[in-house]
T-cell receptor, first 110, second 117 residues
Framework: DAKTTQPNSMESNEEEPVHLPCNHS???????IHWYRQLPSQGPEYVIH???SNVNNRMASLAIAEDRKSSTLILHRATLRDAAVYYC???????????FGAGTRLTVKP | GAGVSQSPSNKVTEKGKDVELRCDPI?????LYWYRQSLGQGLEFLIY????????KSGLPSDRFSAERTGGSVSTLTIQRTQQEDSAVYLC???????????????FGPGTRLLVL
């Protein structure tokens, strides 16, 4: 599996945008970029995924660099409920599992 | 509909005892995954089922760990002769079709917190 690199932690103020970066310099052409988050004492939950184009859904936006070697998860207005560990994961064909790294622990301050 | 459920939610056992952890996937999901998460760590893949068969058992840490799935639904992860290092949260996930490629979303259960004394 291609590896991803994320900052260990980030802080944000409530109601401000948050940009969570992920580097994946060894990504292959068929790898999808997935983001999951894990709230305290819960299992991970899906946030968003994409291949090449930027993606938007009700939870977040995903901005993918043109060379696909990095991506950014964007939370447009952070709330206290967004405090979680955010994982950036690459999934390719023939991958039946997701290799989770340590993720980024997001703290949201009121 | 109902999500992935796991039982028990918490389990305390003594070193050397066997434990069974159960996962009920989302109805109709053919793929099922087990992960382990030690305190403050990311998720470690254990095993994957497609239907009742397990094409990938590469993540099982030792022969004390085994898993089965019956009827294409419920799965049981068994740890024999538990050790203190087995203490972790065991997470189960399911997805609709394990072979549909890299766009597939996995849906996770709340996990079972296992403590081996």
């Amino acid at each position: 599996d291609a590896k991803t690199t994320q900052p260990n932690s980030m802080e944000s103020n409530e109601e401000e945008p948050v940009h969570l970066p992920c580097n994946h310099s060894t990504i292959s052409g068929t790898d999808y970029i997935h983001w999951y988050r894990q709230l305290p004492s819960q299992g991970p939950e899906y946030v968003i995924h994409g291949l090449t184009s930027n993606v938007n859904n009700r939870m977040a936006s995903l901005a993918i660099a043109e060379d696909r070697k990095s991506s950014t998860l964007i939370l447009h207005r952070a709330t206290l409920r967004d405090a979680a560990v955010y994982y950036c994961i690459l999934r390719g064909f023939n991958n039946n599992d997701m290799r989770f790294g340590a993720g980024t622990r997001l703290t949201v301050k009121p | 509909g109902a999500g992935v459920s796991q039982s028990p939610s918490n389990k305390v056992t003594e070193k050397g005892k066997d434990v069974e952890l159960r996962c009920d996937p989302i109805s109709g999901h053919t793929a099922l995954y087990w992960y382990r998460q030690s305190l403050g760590q990311g998720l470690e893949f254990l095993i994957y089922f497609q239907g009742n068969s397990a094409p990938d058992k590469s993540g099982l840490p030792s022969d004390r760990f085994s898993a089965e799935r019956t009827g294409g639904s419920v799965s049981t992860l068994t740890i024999q002769r538990t050790q203190q290092e087995d203490s972790a949260v065991y997470l189960c996930a399911s997805s609709q079709e394990g072979t549909s490629g890299p766009q597939e979303t996995q849906y996770f259960g709340p996990g079972t917190r296992l403590l081996v004394l």
